[in-house]
């Protein structure tokens, strides 16, 4: 589907990140796009970090695939609670649910299995409703990315290192470094190109 | 039918509705239409006698063939449905400024009988003239009653309805009136008139049909209305026509500037506006072609123009040169969100988002949708803000303040883990010998851990930190009830927990 609004119109309706995502994408996550979180350590904090003020934006946010999230830990990155649905599902309906809620939520999370051959049909339903779908990834898998990549409209962001804080024994905080990455597929891509 | 369930409703107020009944239909250039099918080929409206052959509206036309027969089945044409909706609002705007659509319905207008009022005197003098304006049209039903629901839920001899008696007048209205979802379960229980569902308690109506149920149980009680989502004028009913000539030579580039131009002088007239309706047309020097589009949320000028290029494109081969081509805007929208906004009318995004959250609560069951709220405060992770079955309504309650900082023995003071395991998974806690972890009776590690299994995996412990011990009821000289670590691997950071001899992954930071 081809966007007919300008550049200054799509940077104006960029929504905002927050913690490290924030310095590594200093303008935000344009409606209508999908926004890959991937590394090992810390990625579902870093994920939860930076949708907080998405969370307060927008009008409804939905969670699927985060059957062992609790909401303190949301509670806890910053995100207001009065807007956020989670849908619990057997593990072969996630991706129907959340066709379904693509196309009444302006924010949808997903986790990474949720991703397959239908990706783009699903992408295609949240860049018509413009909101935006944030894949949290623990493992980067080529194939999964391939199909993230034909989805098309994708920003990526890579966890490379995580500080936990504490002055006690216990942890009181987490202190992700991101990057803006690639996806695998597109990085098989530069090489070929390079090596050519 | 009133089609546009979820509406926000509005407080009643009394109204003169000018109704036309398949307006497909009457507008169709062609008299002897019997059936009007749209794009898809269902059909939109249809005759008495194509209706008494058991055809109606909303059906599947592959559906239809033998009962087709000899039937005259026709395409609706929009350009001849919008020049009929436009001459029944300038034949009202002729009576009184206080004409507007009906929401959800493209065939009825309403008049405000409180604004119009002052022009005439009475009622009966407003209501005289209007059915004197539309007299020249066939199949418009005029009606005044107490609000926009009671007058369409008529049909033709129900009559007017004086002033307050709307409620009783429709309560003598069969059930069947109603959406099928709605009246077939109600007739099954014995009700058949509108009346007796008016009397039902409103709790009864929610617990049996949700929101959709207690949307109809208002509008029939007359404590809401349907909106009238947009007030005419006259201004409002003139064709915006766009239209350029074509000169020998120029270039596709130049024509599509110059359209751009024209269309967004046009734009701009409308101030706030989008077109939702276009009909692109191309004169050549064999004919003309045309085509209707339509995109309800709104559209760009871009993607008009685009369309005027398409069709100028297939003109090309077998029509000769173009002469002119243009764009008449036949209607406008406010801009909305795409998809699941209704022509200016608040509250439908959040009726949608609702209805998918009871789908999935039919299908998944009512656990299924979770919202998180302020819950029985205890020790646990999931206990202070735990995940709750969403009840409805839109956004949920806000959370009041938890108490969770007070002294609870056990709780685990720190950041939440990302990830709670409720409840928590059994786990394999090693020293270098492969050997189990212990405790002793006071709470100290017997041996250093260094494997950690859990789910069929095997992590590396970098790191443990505690342990942690929970006594309960120590006055009673019972053993530590259990223990916890924290266990530092190379891919996370996990409570671990030993209770009843064994050890339990509670949670992790991921």
Redesign the interface.
């Known amino acids: 589907m081809t966007s007919?609004?300008s550049a200054a119109q799509l940077r104006d309706q960029r929504l905002e990140l927050a913690g490290a995502a924030a310095h590594v994408l200093n303008g935000g996550v344009a409606r209508g796009t999908a926004l890959v979180i991937h590394g090992?350590?810390?990625?579902?904090?870093a994920a939860?970090e930076a949708l907080a003020p998405m969370s307060r934006r927008v009008?409804?946010v939905a969670l699927v695939g985060f059957d062992?999230?609790?909401?303190?830990?949301?509670?806890?990155a910053g995100w207001s609670?009065?807007?956020?649905?989670?849908?619990?599902?057997?593990p072969g309906?996630l991706l129907d649910?959340a066709a379904?809620?693509a196309?009444?939520?302006d924010l949808l999370v997903v986790t990474e299995h949720l991703v397959d051959a239908r990706w783009p049909r699903l992408l295609a339903r949240v860049r018509?409703?413009?909101g935006v779908v944030a894949v949290v990834e623990?493992t980067c898998h080529q194939s999964r990315h391939q199909v993230l990549a034909a989805g098309g409209s994708t920003t990526v962001l890579e966890v490379v290192g995580v500080d936990?804080v504490?002055s006690?024994?216990?942890?009181?905080?987490?202190r992700v470094r991101l990057v803006r990455g690639t996806l695998q597929a597109q990085r098989a891509l530069h090489v070929v190109e390079g090596v050519r | 039918m009133i089609d546009c369930e979820g509406v926000a409703l509005v407080p009643p107020e009394r109204v003169i509705v000018c109704a036309v009944e398949d307006l497909p239909l009457r507008a169709h250039p062609r008299q002897d239409a019997d059936v009007v099918v749209d794009g898809r080929s269902q059909v939109v409206a249809c005759s008495a006698r194509a209706r008494a052959a058991g055809i109606a509206p909303g059906a599947e036309l592959t559906r239809l063939r033998a009962r087709l027969g000899a039937f005259s089945v026709v395409e609706r044409d929009l350009v001849a449905e919008e020049h009929l909706r436009r001459l029944l609002a300038r034949n009202l705007l002729d009576v009184t400024p206080a004409v507007g659509w009906v929401a959800g319905r493209s065939a009825a207008l309403a008049i405000t009988v409180r604004a119009a009022r002052r022009y005439y005197g009475d009622e009966a003098t407003l209501l005289e003239r209007v059915r004197s304006r539309m007299q020249g049209f066939d199949g418009v039903r005029v009606v005044v009653a107490d609000s926009v629901a009671a007058a369409l839920l008529g049909r033709d001899g129900d009559g007017d309805h004086p002033s307050g008696t709307s409620r009783q007048r429709i309560a003598a209205y069969p059930l069947h009136r109603l959406p099928p979802w709605l009246s077939r379960p109600l007739r099954a229980v014995g009700l058949r008139w509108i009346g007796d569902f008016q009397q039902l308690e409103p709790a009864a109506v929610a617990a049996r049909f949700a929101h959709r149920g207690l949307w109809w149980h208002r509008l029939v009680r007359l404590e809401g209305d349907v909106p009238i989502v947009r007030r005419l004028t006259d201004a409002s009913l003139e064709p915006d026509v766009v239209e350029v000539t074509v000169e020998e030579g120029v270039d596709e580039a130049a024509l599509r500037f110059e359209l751009s131009g024209a269309l967004g002088a046009l734009s701009d007239a409308h101030a706030g506006l989008q077109p939702t309706r276009w009909r692109a047309w191309v004169a050549t020097d064999r004919g003309a072609l045309e085509r209707v589009v339509e995109r309800p949320p709104g559209a760009h000028i871009a993607e008009i123009v685009e369309s005027v290029r398409q069709l100028e494109r297939r003109s090309r081969s077998e029509r000769g040169r173009t002469r002119r081509l243009g764009v008449d805007v036949l209607a406008w929208t406010q801009p909305q969100p795409p998809q699941l906004a209704l022509d200016g009318v608040a509250g439908f995004r959040v009726a949608a988002l609702t209805q998918v959250l009871r789908i999935l609560q039919y299908r998944y069951g009512a656990g299924a949708v979770q919202v998180p709220r302020s819950g029985p405060v205890g020790r646990g992770w999931n206990e202070a803000t735990p995940w709750v079955p969403w009840t409805g309504g839109w956004p949920v309650a806000a959370l009041e303040p938890s108490a969770a900082t007070g002294p609870w023995p056990g709780r685990v003071v720190g950041l939440v883990p990302t990830r709670v395991w409720e409840p928590p998974v059994a786990a394999q806690l090693l020293d270098e010998d492969g050997e189990e972890v212990t405790f002793d009776a006071e709470g100290v590690v017997r041996t250093a851990p260094a494997t950690l299994r859990s789910f069929d995996t095997v992590e590396r412990v970098r790191e443990v930190r505690g342990p942690w011990v929970v006594r309960e009821r120590w006055w009673e000289q019972r053993r530590a009830r259990y223990a916890r670590l924290l266990v530092v691997t190379d891919r996370r950071w996990c409570w671990v927990r030993r209770e009843h001899g064994a050890w339990w992954l509670e949670g992790s930071y991921e």
């Not at chain 1, 062992?68 to 806890?76: G, K, T």
């Not at chain 1, 006690?168 to 987490?174: A, I, K, N, Q």
Request: glycine letters at 6%; hydrophobic letters at 50%.
């Open positions: 007919f609004l090992g350590l810390g990625v579902r904090w939860l009008d409804a062992d999230l609790p909401a303190a830990a949301l509670s806890a609670l009065d807007r956020v649905v989670r849908v619990v599902a057997p309906r649910v379904h809620l196309e009444v939520v018509r409703r413009r623990h936990v504490g006690t024994s216990v942890p009181e905080r987490l």
